[in-house]
């Protein structure tokens, strides 16, 4: 069973950042699709971002150049670098993990507020 935890989440004002961490176990992670999603109260939950094991890389438009997702395969670990955050951007935050079967994280609660 591979378990996926994400960590970074906090309270930020508004044009601050964050690193959200996602960490999982297991030897599969470095064959995986990783990919972050959000979900803000009353909404369904959205990809954010994606990087592929070769290390492609996808962005929704609304956090092209403010986010960057990054992967450490040695220490099973996608990061995901979030600058210049807006109100709108909160949400809890949720990894995945895709090989032949999908995980997913707790989630991580981002809330921007000044």
């Known amino acids: 069973q591979v378990q996926v935890v994400e960590s970074g989440g906090d309270l930020v004002q508004p044009g601050g950042s964050l690193r959200l961490s996602c960490a999982a176990s297991?030897?599969?992670?470095?064959?995986?699709?990783v990919g972050w999603y959000r979900q803000a109260p009353g909404e369904q939950r959205k990809l954010v971002a994606l990087?592929?094991?070769?290390?492609?890389?996808r962005y929704v438009a609304s956090v092209r150049g403010r986010f960057t997702i990054s992967r450490d395969n040695a220490k099973n670990t996608v990061y995901l670098q979030m600058n210049s955050l807006k109100p709108e951007d909160t949400a809890v935050y949720y990894c995945?993990?895709?090989?032949?079967?999908?995980?997913w994280g707790q989630g991580t609660q981002v809330t921007v507020s000044s």
């Open positions: 297991g030897n599969i992670f470095s064959q995986s699709v």
């Open positions: 990087i592929t094991p070769g290390g492609s890389i």
């Open positions: 995945n993990v895709n090989s032949r079967d999908s995980y």
